[in-house]
Each structure stands twice: as structure tokens, then as C-alpha cells.
Nanobody
Framework: QVQLVESGGGLVQPGGSLRLSCAASGRIVSINDMGWYRQAPGKERELVAAITSGGYTNYANSVKGRFTISRENAKNMVYLQMNSLKPEDTAVYYC???????????????WGQGTKVTVSS
């Protein structure tokens, strides 16, 4: 199976920055789509940003201009650079990898365990 491990979360003051990383492993040949989602207390999980293997990106309106998603295909890594953080960005951030081609076939919709981001003074 595919394992996703996130890192980089923590406590940051409003206006600060954090960089999240996600490493995918598990006999992976290639990954089509990777993304970051977040879930705040009492709210549904929502898409933050996504990136295809070709580099096409998609962002939630609430983070456009502040967050940047990137990936390293050779390392099966995806990153989320978060700048100008706001208290409303506080949430658990989850890494997602979809349409993952492994040595045993295609695997869909894989999730990491999440990393907590708290924006507070």
C-alpha cells in the first residue's frame, strides 16, 4: 500500500510562515495527483491546494496568493509553503495522493495522518 507522512506543522503567529512536507512511499512507480486538505474543528475537510504530475495547480480561494504547492516527482514529495498565515488557517492539514501507480497496480485516494497547524498570537 501507499504511505503518506506529513511534517512541518506547528504553532505560528499571525502573519508568519510554515512549510509542510509530505513523503509518499510504498513501491510507487508514479503519482498523478497530490494535494493538501485541511480540517478545522467542527468543520468538514476541504481542499487547500492540489498539483498534478505535470505541475498544474489548483488553490482554494481563501489561500490564493498566500500558499504555494509544489512537488518533487522523483522523490514522491509534495510541499505546501504557507505565508501570511491567519488564525482561520488553523486546522489539521492532510496530504493526499490520488491515482498512484504502484508495482501492484493503481491505488486511489490515499491519505496521511495529518499535521496540526495553529495560527495564534
Amino acid at each position: 500500500q501507499v504511505q503518506l507522512v506529513e511534517s512541518g506543522g506547528g504553532l505560528v503567529q499571525p502573519g508568519g510562515s510554515l512549510r509542510l512536507s509530505c513523503a509518499a512511499s510504498g513501491r510507487i512507480v508514479s503519482i498523478n495527483d497530490m494535494g493538501w486538505y485541511r480540517q478545522a474543528p467542527g468543520k468538514e475537510r476541504e481542499l487547500v491546494a492540489a498539483i498534478t504530475s505535470g505541475g498544474y495547480t489548483n488553490y482554494a480561494n481563501s489561500v490564493k496568493g498566500r500558499f504555494t504547492i509544489s512537488r518533487e516527482n522523483a522523490k514522491n514529495m509534495v510541499y505546501l509553503q504557507m505565508n501570511s498565515l491567519k488564525p482561520e488557517d488553523t486546522a489539521v492539514y492532510y496530504c493526499n495522493a490520488d491515482r498512484v501507480r504502484t508495482e501492484w497496480g493503481m491505488v486511489y485516494n490515499n491519505w496521511g495522518q495529518g499535521t496540526k497547524v495553529t495560527v495564534s498570537s
